[in-house]
């Protein structure tokens, strides 16, 4: 079996034209179920269920041949080695566990793979790290690779005489990531499919009554009130935990930690983690010196490091083991994320019944005048960001790096099993102040796949070598264009409001 790495994640043309039609599918259906049961036609709401029904049998039926073939496949039978384990809480007798393997076919090339399965408590001794066990695997979907709990005699006898060597190459994973191109056109289906279904309903939709408004909504009224309670009733809870200091946020104790060892990553291994550290915090309880790594899911990727650097340590009160860390040391919060999104939804319903009681321009109005209010707002700030930011490229240190690593990780479609594989290449500079530091270059690195070993020039700030480019010309124009994305979303913004204030 050959398993063949592609590019960075790029959908296919057909891939494409699917996300498209499913996006405009799924406009049109909403827009035509919801327009339907506002203006009572019958047609209309079976049109926004029957739309998706029979877009999904299409997918189903032209699916249909490739679910025939993966069926008919026989699974293969392999030993694996353990590379790595990671468990989860569970139930007494089964286990969750996270495992590495490394599969060795008789008669095809070995491969990585990770996986997650339950084990019983009573064969846990078996699937440890450097341990042999026996797998089943789909030929053709290496990715579903699932620990056999009760072998065969023949089998069982195998593993445990089998002595097997660590396989090369990318980690195998069950997630696909698709590209960002089609999403794109996913969110473009959907905002043009449901523009068109608007614009066909509006005779019925946006017809005026006597004072202006949309058409009688018995239903939404009440619907909306509802809405606009519920969620406000959430919103003061929250502000009220705020107040009280119970939510998470607040009962999270947040320490400073130190770097004291950076582990080097090894060259073809997974971006997952980020980069090996030994961290080194002031318990505030017993006074002691306390040292974690951050393997495993320890909240936040650590994507630079160096001897020394300050990080963020973070756990529940009363839970020291739940350590979370994050690239900075962050200051204590107050937990209004939640109650915020609470008010946002309560305005959002309120600008709906202002649209249904008082007409529809009212609803280019309260959603445009906020966002061109906010877009205002944050212009100035945007614009010191780049000016500081500038400032900050016309500042940085130029010095010699390397790319000491490339990491690899291979998502694969369980549909039709198409690979993607993500190359993070891991540069290693040292500053002008001594420090060595590891970090993921995710940006302006022709080449990625390619790039192991490769000298490169790394242009830093003198006071975080975390801040760093290898093109600052191409930092300068994303700043260029953080701008003016500002500037487009207050102009649109600002135009709706006028448009709906002009027809009010």
Request: charged share 20%; aromatic share 8%.
């Given at each position: 079996m050959t398993i063949t790495a592609s590019g960075p994640p790029n959908d296919s043309p057909p891939e494409l034209v699917l996300g498209f039609l499913t996006g405009g599918v799924i406009g049109v259906s909403l827009t035509s179920f919801i327009g339907g049961c506002v203006v009572e036609r019958p047609?209309?709401?079976?049109?926004g269920?029957?739309?998706?029904?029979?877009?999904?049998?299409?997918?189903?039926?032209?699916?249909?041949?490739?679910?025939?073939?993966?069926a008919a496949s026989v699974p293969r039978t392999a030993l694996a080695r353990v590379e790595d384990r990671e468990m989860e809480q569970g139930v007494p007798t089964d286990v969750p566990v996270r495992c590495e393997l490394s599969v060795v076919?008789?008669?095809?090339?070995?491969?990585?793979?990770?996986?997650?399965?339950?084990?019983?408590?009573?064969?846990?001794?078996?699937?440890?790290?450097?341990?042999?066990?026996?797998?089943?695997?789909?030929?053709?979907?290496?990715?579903?690779?699932?620990i056999v709990r009760r072998p065969t005699p023949e089998w069982e006898a195998r593993a445990a005489v089998a002595r097997l060597d660590a396989a090369p190459g990318p980690v195998l994973l069950s997630d696909p990531e698709p590209g960002r191109a089609g999403g794109y056109l996913t969110l473009f289906g959907l905002l043009l499919g449901t523009a068109a279904a608007l614009w066909l309903l509006r005779a019925d939709?946006?017809?005026?009554?006597?004072?202006?408004?949309?058409?009688?909504?018995?239903?939404?009224?009440?619907?909306?009130?509802?809405?606009?309670?519920?969620?406000?009733?959430?919103?003061?809870?929250g502000f009220a935990l705020s107040l009280a200091g119970l939510t998470k946020v607040q009962r999270t104790v947040r320490l400073t930690g130190r770097i004291v060892r950076v582990r080097p990553p090894r060259h073809g291994g997974s971006r997952h983690g980020g980069i090996p550290v030994v961290v080194s915090y002031r318990d505030p309880v017993t006074g002691r010196d306390v040292t974690a790594t951050n393997d495993g899911e320890h909240g936040e990727v650590i994507t630079a490091a160096w001897e020394g650097r300050e990080i963020g340590v973070g756990?529940?009160?009363?839970?020291?083991?739940?350590?979370?860390?994050?690239?900075?040391?962050?200051?204590?919060?107050?937990?209004?994320?939640?109650?915020g999104c609470a008010v946002f939804l309560v305005y959002a319903g309120l600008v709906a019944?202002?649209?249904?009681?008082?007409?529809?321009?009212?609803?280019?109005?309260?959603?445009?005048?906020?966002?061109?209010?906010?877009?205002?707002?944050?212009?100035?700030?945007?614009?010191?960001?780049?000016t500081a930011r500038l400032a900050d490229l016309a500042t940085m240190d130029a010095v010699p790096g390397r790319v000491v690593a490339v990491l690899k990780d291979v998502s694969v479609d369980q549909e039709d099993g198409h690979t993607w594989t993500r190359f993070t290449p891991v540069v290693s500079f040292t500053t002008r102040a001594g420090a060595a530091v590891t970090a993921h270059c995710t940006e302006h690195l022709p080449d990625p796949a390619g790039a192991y070993g490769r000298e490169v020039t790394v242009h830093h700030h003198p006071s975080d070598?975390?801040?760093?480019?290898?093109?600052?010309?191409?930092?300068r124009r994303g700043q260029d264009l953080d701008v003016l994305v500002n500037v487009l979303v207050t102009l649109v913004c600002g135009?709706?409001?006028?448009?709906?204030?002009?027809?009010?």
């Open positions: 047609l209309l709401i079976v049109t269920v029957a739309l998706p029904a029979a877009h999904g049998l299409a997918l189903l039926l032209a699916g249909l041949p490739r679910r025939l073939r993966k076919p008789d008669d095809a090339p070995a491969f990585r793979v990770a996986l997650r399965q339950e084990v019983h408590v009573s064969e846990l001794a078996d699937v440890r790290p450097g341990g042999v066990v026996v797998v089943t695997y789909p030929p053709d979907r290496p990715w579903k690779t699932r939709l946006f017809g005026s009554r006597e004072n202006g408004s949309l058409p009688d909504l018995p239903g939404w009224v009440p619907f909306l009130r509802l809405w606009c309670a519920a969620w406000g009733a959430a919103a003061l809870v756990h529940p009160r009363g839970r020291p083991h739940a350590l979370r860390f994050s690239p900075r040391p962050e200051p204590p919060g107050r937990g209004l994320a939640k109650p019944l202002a649209a249904i009681e008082w007409g529809w321009p009212w609803a280019l109005v309260g959603a445009g005048g906020p966002g061109a209010l906010y877009a205002a707002v944050h212009l100035p700030g945007t614009v010191r960001a780049r070598p975390a801040r760093f480019t290898l093109d600052p010309a191409a930092e135009a709706a409001a006028a448009v709906g204030a002009a027809l009010l």
